[in-house]
């Protein structure tokens, strides 16, 4: 939305850019060997009543705090799922109904003025592979001794929850024995990606032309 361009959040006019140095505070969500994904049983919208409940009653009583003055808190969410070192682990599937979680709650958040971001592992959002899967530990033929790939599971929430155009590519290789270590490589500059939503409501997710950075817009 209007509000979140230049990363302030949409309510406040960018009060927290401003108390911070022109800094965007975002809290990341997940990580490698992360525990485990939110329990299923409550809505987007329910779990960005408890982010705001948190974020506006309690984080943002600080701003009084030494260090903290003027922070009027977090600026947004970043998406950073991933997988798991044990192969054999639960943790390595982004199981549908997250993803569905992960996607309404990124509408929810737009909506009520926030930043959402996510900087994929290349193999999670690959617009050169046409394949999808939710499994993340994958092994690839080219990189046989890595089972940790994944197949585009992050493509899932761009096809249904958000519309973006990207009109410009960058390489990033984010995890080891990602496509981008064994030749897998996309011309800057020249990668344009539109993603119609089905959701009508925003909240679009925008992936770099490797398939390894983005922004919920």
């Known amino acids: 939305g209007e509000g979140a361009s230049g990363g302030g959040r949409g309510r406040g ?6 108390a911070g140095g022109g800094v ?13 994904w939110p329990a299923p049983g409550h809505t987007g919208q329910e779990w960005f009543a408890a982010w705001e409940a948190w974020n506006r009653g309690v984080v943002a009583t600080h701003k ?31 199981d549908l109904a997250s993803l569905d979680l992960f996607g309404s709650l990124s509408v929810a958040m ?7 971001t996510m900087v994929p592992p290349e193999s ?31 493509a899932y929430l761009l096809a249904k929850y958000g519309v973006t155009t990207v009109p410009a590519a960058y390489e990033q ?10 030749g897998v490589t996309t011309e800057p500059a020249a990668y ?25 817009r």
Not at 173 to 182: D, I, R
Not at 206 to 216: E, Q
């Open 173 to 182: 290789t984010v995890s080891s024995g990602s496509g981008g270590e064994h």
């Open 192 to 216: 344009e990606q539109t993603v119609s939503s089905g959701s009508g409501s925003g909240g679009a997710i925008g992936g770099s032309g490797s398939g390894s950075g983005g922004a919920i």
């Open 64 to 94: 009084d705090t030494p260090g903290l003055e003027g922070f009027e808190g977090f600026d947004g969410l970043d998406w950073d799922m991933e997988g798991n070192d044990d192969v054999r682990s639960e943790r390595n599937r982004l």
């Open 13 to 18: 006019g960018g009060a927290t850019i401003a």
């Open 124 to 154: 999670y959002l690959d617009p050169t592979d046409s394949r999808f899967d939710t499994a993340l530990n994958l092994t690839y033929a080219e990189w046989p001794d890595f089972p940790h790939h994944g197949r585009n599971c992050y």
């Open 24 to 36: 965007t505070h975002m809290v990341t969500y997940g990580g490698w060997n992360s525990p485990a």
């Open 110 to 116: 737009k909506q009520g003025g926030y930043l959402t």
